[in-house]
């Protein structure tokens, strides 16, 4: 089988769209398959936790085909097989996964904090900042928290690896007697004087912050 999890690098599978789409499922396995070129070959897809593989079956000789993943093989039939192998993984891929770029606990935590409590999902709005997201207000349209990844010396701290941060909207007083920096910042990339950055992987809990975004989410109402 061939290993296709670099294609969905910084993506997360959707069970329940995995299902919809065609996968079945064998305890925390999914498998997909659909003929392709008029039904010469089988395309196989197994989700295998986060990794995915992929096999192509001839139907007559039961012999696995893996000419369209040689990247010096072409000719006109080698291209009709790719071709369609590529889309069938881009549609999984765009059907199937979400972005899945902030991986902290407590990233995870404030997002589906939002989703139970708004109904709300993470946007990926920049193609040139795919480590920044937003929520934003259903109603309002305005945003109300904003997701980054970024080096931690961006904040000042004495250390370069990359840290998950967040950016809340909040009242000035508040901002001034809860600023730390260790867990709470001025904000970044925003104005300081209404706005607040969390460093995720400072916070414990999401206890710690569940004020601060329903504030936040008030505050663009």
């Known amino acids: 089988m061939h290993d296709e999890t670099e294609f969905f690098k910084d993506k997360k ?3 329940q769209q995995l299902i919809s789409f065609g996968f079945s499922q064998e305890g925390a396995k999914y498998l997909y398959q659909q003929p392709i070129v008029d039904g010469i070959f089988i395309l196989y897809v197994l989700m295998d936790g986060a990794s995915v593989f992929t096999n ?3 139907v007559q000789s039961n012999t696995e085909y893996c000419l369209h993943n040689i990247p010096g093989a072409d000719g006109k039939f080698v291209g009709k097989v790719r071709m369609e192998y590529e889309r069938i993984l881009t549609n999984i891929r765009e059907q199937c996964f979400t972005q899945y770029v902030f991986k902290t606990r407590m990233a995870e935590a404030v997002i589906n904090f939002a989703y139970e409590r708004f109904g709300d999902r993470l946007e ?3 193609d040139k900042l795919p480590t920044a997201a937003i929520l934003r ?3 309002s349209r305005k945003w109300y928290a904003i997701f980054m990844k ?7 701290l004495d250390y370069d690896s990359h840290i998950e941060i967040l950016n809340l909207k909040v009242e000035a007083e508040i901002i001034a007697k809860i600023v730390d920096r260790i867990k709470f910042f001025p904000a970044y990339h925003m ?3 209404s706005w607040i950055t969390v460093n995720l992987n400072e916070i414990d809990n999401i206890s710690e ?3 601060l975004i329903l504030e936040s989410y008030a505050s663009v109402s």
């Open 137 to 139: 207000h259903k109603v």
């Open 124 to 126: 990926f709005l920049w």
């Open 191 to 193: 104005n300081k004087r």
């Open 150 to 156: 970024i080096s931690a010396q961006k904040l000042g």
């Open 209 to 211: 912050i569940t004020s």
């Open 56 to 58: 192509i079956m001839d």
């Open 13 to 15: 599978a959707d069970a």
